[in-house]
C-alpha cells in the first residue's frame, strides 16, 4: 500500500521558516516525480515545487523561487520542503504528491499558518 505522509507543518511569523518532510513507502518511487502542492481555503490546489529523483532537477512556482528548496534523501524514501522568508500569503494546506505519467499518489496533507 501506497502512504505519502507529510509533517512539519505549523503556525510561524511572517519572515519565519518551517521544513516539512514527505515520507513515501509502499514502492520504489525512483521512477516517480515528487512533488508539494498547497491549498489555501476558497482556493484551488496549486504547485509549489518539484524534484526529479533521476538527476535531481528541480522546479518552483515563481511565488516561492528563492525562498522554497525542495530536496530529497532517496536512501529514506522521503522529500522534504525548506521554507524561508514565509509570508501570510503562503498559508494553506501543503501536500506531497508522487507522479508517475497518469499515476498519481497524495498526502493527506499538513497545515501551514503564517501570521503577519
Known amino acids: 500500500q501506497v502512504q505519502l505522509v507529510e509533517s512539519g507543518g505549523g503556525l510561524v511569523q511572517a519572515g519565519g521558516s518551517l521544513r516539512l518532510s514527505c515520507a513515501a513507502s509502499g514502492r520504489t518511487f525512483s521512477s516517480y516525480g515528487m512533488n508539494w502542492f498547497r491549498q489555501a481555503p476558497g482556493k484551488e490546489r496549486e504547485f509549489v515545487a518539484a524534484?526529479?529523483?533521476?538527476?535531481?532537477?528541480?522546479f518552483y512556482a515563481d511565488s516561492v523561487k528563492g525562498r522554497f528548496t525542495i530536496s530529497g534523501d532517496n536512501a529514506k524514501n522521503t522529500v522534504y520542503l525548506q521554507m524561508n522568508s514565509l509570508k501570510p500569503e503562503d498559508t494553506a494546506v501543503y501536500y506531497c504528491?508522487?507522479?508517475?505519467?497518469?499515476?498519481?499518489?497524495w498526502g493527506q496533507g499538513t497545515q501551514v499558518t503564517v501570521s503577519s
Open positions: 524534484i526529479r529523483w533521476s538527476g535531481g532537477s528541480t
Open positions: 504528491n508522487a507522479r508517475h505519467g497518469d499515476i498519481h499518489y
